[in-house]
């Protein structure tokens, strides 16, 4: 499949656990993005990569989150220590090489649902 | 970070009724795109534009981007179950500003 795709897709995990969740972006794409969303809410911004650029990890909530990505392929994202505020879905997104004052449309994963007991 | 509000936050009609949902800020963005997202499933791009009073039509969707470039709408003629789902405006940036959405349900 040509789509990106995100492993597990079902997480539960008791408090206080840490989680990895994989992302495989579509080949080619230099951009790579994860959010975050809350039952019934929008997509909140978490971290972004851009080719060998240092990432942008304003939107991460806590030191407890971290992410990685290899070369232009795939990313993870780790929360440590998981908190049941950390409970939502975790989408993971690809596109071509941003440039300013413009985005590329984004293709997103299915997303990783989190649930911390 | 840029702040996209959009209303309503819920909307419940019957198949074959029209509606328009909005999306406002404060901040001018440059682009600005819309997604429809299924329940399971990552947001899908309905259409990006770029230019103040841009009009972009696609089958029954017609998308609105303000003179200002500070707002959009987007208005659904003859609304079907299919067009079921929540409705996320993005506005550009290196990552993408997400309003909260508007959850749509067409009931048959």
């Known amino acids: 499949g040509a789509g990106v795709s995100q492993s597990p897709s079902n997480k539960v995990t008791e408090k206080g656990k840490d989680v990895e969740l994989r992302c495989d972006p579509i080949?080619?794409?230099?951009?790579l993005y994860w959010y975050r969303q809350r039952l019934g809410q929008g997509l909140e911004f978490l971290i972004y990569f851009q080719g060998n650029s240092a990432p942008d990890k304003s939107g991460l909530p806590s030191d407890r989150f971290s992410a990685e990505r290899t070369g232009e392929s795939v990313s993870t994202l780790t929360i440590q220590r998981t908190q049941q505020e950390d409970s939502a879905v975790y989408l993971c997104a690809s596109s071509l090489a941003t440039r300013t004052g413009y985005v590329y449309e984004q293709y997103f994963g299915p997303g990783t649902r989190l649930t911390v007991t | 970070t840029q702040l996209l509000e959009q209303s309503p936050q819920f909307l419940s009609i019957q198949e074959g009724e029209n509606l328009t949902v909005y999306c406002n800020s404060s901040?001018?963005?440059?682009?600005l795109q819309w997604y429809r997202q299924e329940p399971g499933e990552g947001p899908v791009l309905l259409v990006t534009v770029v230019t103040g009073g841009e009009v972009k039509k696609l089958k029954r969707l017609t998308f609105q981007f303000g003179d200002a470039r500070k707002d959009s709408s987007l208005h659904i003629t003859a609304a079907q179950p299919g067009d079921t789902g929540l409705y996320l405006c993005a506005g550009s940036g290196y990552a993408l500003n997400f309003g909260k959405g508007t959850s749509l349900l067409v009931t048959p």
């Open positions: 901040s001018v963005f440059s682009s």
């Open positions: 080949s080619g794409h230099t951009a």
